[in-house]
């Protein structure tokens, strides 16, 4: 199980860019961190998620 902002999911094994898509974000308008580290957008697709990780995702939100 992997922790995405509180909530427990099926995740580990998956990429981060599969995460994203399944809970549908916007990969271009989120920033992503396990484990209390920023993981670089370009490395989405790589980057893979283990049981026990804890995934933060931040929408950016524009206002005015």
């Known amino acids: 199980m992997v922790k995405v902002n509180g909530e ?3 995740m580990d094994g998956r990429s981060v860019a599969f995460m994203l898509d ?4 916007d990969r271009t ?3 992503v961190e ?4 920023i993981v ?3 490395t989405y697709e790589n980057t ?3 049981n ?4 933060e995702v931040v929408s950016f939100v524009g206002g005015g």
């Open 52 to 55: 026990g990780d804890t995934v």
């Open 48 to 50: 893979i998620l283990k």
């Open 22 to 25: 399944s809970l549908k974000y």
């Open 29 to 31: 308008r989120v920033a």
């Open 34 to 37: 396990i484990n209390e580290e």
């Open 40 to 42: 670089p957008r370009s």
């Open 8 to 10: 427990s999911f099926e």
